[in-house]
């Protein structure tokens, strides 16, 4: 008979990187709430602190560990870390990402060369390490991916952004394939338009205006909508997995 009964986080072990702000952070708290042991990675390890310090004030339990997803060596690090304070881990929330947009022909290649290593390649690591730590665990986990429309359609000066995100979904679809009868889950979330700090880093001033105009339009996404989202998914019951969510706000047309 199938167990139907949600997954309870309670005493599980969850990394989230780019945990320092926005999504990362609201996703933090809400797992935490679950009941699951998080694991904080970011670069501002200041902010990780006070993020930890909160969720400890709650009753919840965080170990920070300040991490350059780019850097192979910290990612490693982060995961060894994990399973070395908690002898586990049973989830990954790779949210750490970047926006660079601007016209392709006029950017700055270290402009997309940190969306690459960011956005795609260092999610390819941290997914490497993370579910190898996961079969040497229960044999189960759940990998969460965060993409974007932005992965399904293209846009003027998104060209970069575009061909990272379409990558985590192509990416992401080839994990569940290959991991398939092992009991690790995946998860590709799409959100639209979310009000968080990645939008202040277009180095585009026309692009970056034109997309702060776009969110004050909008009545749009929050951080806690993306995180409910993936609180959703890993909370399901253990033969169900969500493997995609795309979400917009209401008034969001493309």
Not at 110 to 119: A, K, L, P, Q
Not at 172 to 197: A, C, F, K, N, Y
């Amino acid at each position: 008979m199938v167990d139907v009964s949600p997954t309870d986080l309670d005493g599980r072990v969850a990394i989230v990187t780019g945990a320092s702000s926005g999504i990362g952070e609201e996703t933090a708290k809400a797992l935490a709430e679950e009941g699951a042991r998080v694991v904080l990675a970011a670069r501002r390890e200041e902010r990780l602190a006070a993020l930890a310090d909160d969720i400890e004030t709650a009753g919840g339990e965080a170990l920070v560990v300040p991490t350059d997803v780019a850097e192979e060596s910290e990612v490693r690090a982060l995961v060894d870390g994990a399973v070395e304070e908690y002898g586990r881990l049973d989830v990954l929330v790779n949210n750490a990402g970047v926006m660079l947009n601007e016209p392709f022909l006029d950017s700055e290649v270290d402009h997309y060369e940190t969306m690459v290593e960011v956005n795609l390649l260092g999610l390819m690591k941290a997914t490497r390490f993370a579910v190898e730590a996961m079969r040497e665990t229960d044999g189960d986990g759940h990998v969460v991916q965060l993409s974007s429309v932005a992965g399904r359609k293209s846009l003027p000066s998104h060209a970069a952004y575009n061909g990272t995100k379409f990558g985590v979904n192509g990416f992401t679809e080839s994990l569940r394939q290959d991991t398939v009868g092992e009991g690790i889950r995946t998860t590709l979330v799409e959100p639209g338009v979310v009000d968080t700090e990645l939008q202040e880093h277009i180095p585009d001033d026309e692009e970056r205006e034109e997309t702060e105009a776009m969110v004050e339009e909008l009545d749009p996404l929050t951080p806690t909508d993306i995180a409910a989202a993936m609180t959703y998914a890993v909370t399901q019951p253990q033969h169900v997995s969500i493997n995609e969510i795309l979400v917009r706000p209401t008034e969001q047309e493309l």
